[in-house]
């Protein structure tokens, strides 16, 4: 069974920073792309981040750009989103969801499973 | 504002047909394949339609999807309570270089 546990959602200071992780079993976590999604409250999703199965590609939305770093360690079936210089429109619950086909791209990749979100909230 | 349209709203009585439109451009639903996600009250996203018109394993055939040009469509039949929620479209943009949701549906049974 496909489980992504995210952790690491805080309420954090404009300017502040905060890293998230998302534990994955029940699949080969290398050979799928990982994203991350964000959705605002009352808002539709936004992809923020993708990475490929192998880590070699990355993907940011542009409003992340540089501020905003994703990583796998295949190792530990782990994913991760660094996020500084966090600003109050980053508030919003963040997924993370795993790629359907393992092709390891995440270009066109569709999102087949996604975890429960944790809540990231930039507020002084 | 999205690059991918849909109606903010839709809505049907139990046992009818609705139908929730997504329209885009050359740039990704006229040159990639179209994505349907379900978000129900309180819960993450859940894929319904991959590839324009494919479903996933325990999605019911009630769901449908489809593709022409530059948009698609999500069909759903038989409707019921249950079904509420919202519907969001996807695809690739290859002006942006990366997936786009539209803006979200909801759909009121």
């Known amino acids: 069974e496909v489980q992504l546990l995210e952790s690491g959602g805080a309420l954090v200071q404009p300017g502040g920073s905060l890293g998230l992780s998302c534990a994955a079993s029940g699949f080969r976590f290398s050979s799928y792309a990982m994203t991350w999604v964000r959705q605002a409250p009352g808002k539709g999703p936004e992809w923020v981040a993708a990475?490929?199965?192998?880590?070699?590609?990355?993907y940011y939305v542009d409003s992340v750009k540089g501020r905003f770093t994703i990583s796998r360690d295949n190792s530990k079936n782990t994913l991760s989103l660094q996020m500084n210089s966090l600003r109050a429109e980053d508030t919003a619950i963040y997924y993370c969801?795993?790629?359907?086909?393992?092709?390891?791209?995440?270009?066109?990749?569709?999102?087949?499973?996604w975890g429960q979100g944790t809540l990231v909230t930039v507020s002084s | 504002q999205s690059v991918l349209t849909q109606p903010p709203s839709a809505s049907g009585t139990p046992g009818q047909r609705v139908s929730i439109s997504c329209s885009g451009s050359s740039s990704n639903i006229g040159s990639n394949t179209v994505n349907w996600y379900q978000q129900l009250p309180g819960t993450a996203p859940k894929p319904l339609i991959y590839r324009n018109n494919q479903r996933p394993s325990g999605v019911p055939d009630r769901f449908s999807g489809s593709k022409s040009g530059t948009s698609a469509s999500l069909a759903i039949s038989g409707l019921q309570s249950e079904d509420e929620g919202d519907y969001y479209c996807?695809?690739?943009?290859?002006?942006?270089?990366?997936?786009?949701f539209g803006g979200g549906t909801k759909l009121t049974v």
């Open positions: 996807a695809a690739w943009d290859d002006t942006l270089n990366g997936p786009v």
């Open positions: 969801a795993k790629g359907r086909y393992d092709s390891g791209s995440y270009y066109n990749d569709p999102l087949d499973y």
């Open positions: 990475i490929s199965g192998i880590g070699y590609s990355t």
